[in-house]
């Protein structure tokens, strides 16, 4: 079966924009978490969506800002972009339920880069 | 509050050693802990899920353990490859409450196989 999909691979946006970034899970996967990866603080949460509802939030600014489709594609915007927001964006597929058994898969990852 | 340890940070062997990376949490109320693998700029490769009532799980040459009694997991890799090399990482899942989502991620060990 198809994996995680995210898109663009690579984006690189200039200080005070905005950023839209994609994530398709895994067919039948409900469930799409959105994590940022920066050398120094390692892998960090942003925010989790299932059924198009916000179920979670780590503790970023309100310029990160996520939704979730029908088809429980996602997507994550960053408006007012700033030169820490530079990272690798990762989202992960789940089913949504919770349990011991329950993983989740990674997509490759969107590199933002903001100069 | 959850804190994922890894250790040590980096590790250069030389090929066909056996070799073992080790993961601490710090709170026990977990549903799991899952291994993953990133290579340089890529985005996460889940290798192992162990549930919460298992003591390890494997596949191929990886055996990874779980105590979770002590907060503690080994990620064991028999005759190490230089395909091995990567980041390593290991995360758990928080039971109960309201963390949907939310993988708490250790800083990961650099390995490195040399031939």
């Known amino acids: 079966k198809a994996g995680v999909t995210q898109t663009p691979r690579y984006l690189i946006k200039t200080r005070g924009q905005q950023v839209t970034l994609s994530c398709s899970p895994i067919?039948?996967?409900?469930?799409v978490s959105w994590y940022q990866q920066t050398p120094g603080q390692g892998l960090q949460f942003l925010f989790e969506?299932?059924?198009?509802?916000?179920?979670n939030k780590g503790n970023f600014p309100g310029r990160f800002s996520g939704r979730q489709f029908s088809n429980s594609r996602s997507e994550m915007n960053v408006s007012t972009l700033e030169l820490g927001d530079s990272a690798l964006y990762l989202c992960?597929?789940?089913?949504?339920?919770?349990?011991?058994?329950?993983?989740?898969?990674f997509g490759s990852g969107t590199r933002l880069t903001v100069v | 509050k959850q804190e994922v340890t890894q250790i040590p940070a980096a590790l250069s062997v030389p090929e066909g050693e056996n070799l073992v990376l080790n993961c601490s949490f710090t709170d026990s109320a977990i549903y799991n802990l899952q291994w993953f693998r990133q290579d340089p700029g890529k985005g996460l490769t889940s290798l192992l899920l162990i549930q919460s009532s298992q003591r390890e799980q494997t596949s191929g040459r990886l055996n990874a353990s779980l105590d979770k009694s002590s907060g503690r997991s080994t990620l064991y890799i028999a005759a190490s490859q230089p395909g091995d090399s990567a980041t390593y990482l290991c995360a758990v899942e928080e039971a109960g409450g309201t963390s949907y989502g939310k993988l708490t991620f250790g800083q990961g060990t650099i390995l490195t196989v040399h031939p």
């Open positions: 067919s039948g996967h409900r469930s």
């Open positions: 969506y299932f059924s198009e509802t916000q179920r």
């Open positions: 992960a597929s789940s089913l949504g339920d919770r349990g011991p058994n329950y993983g989740y898969t």
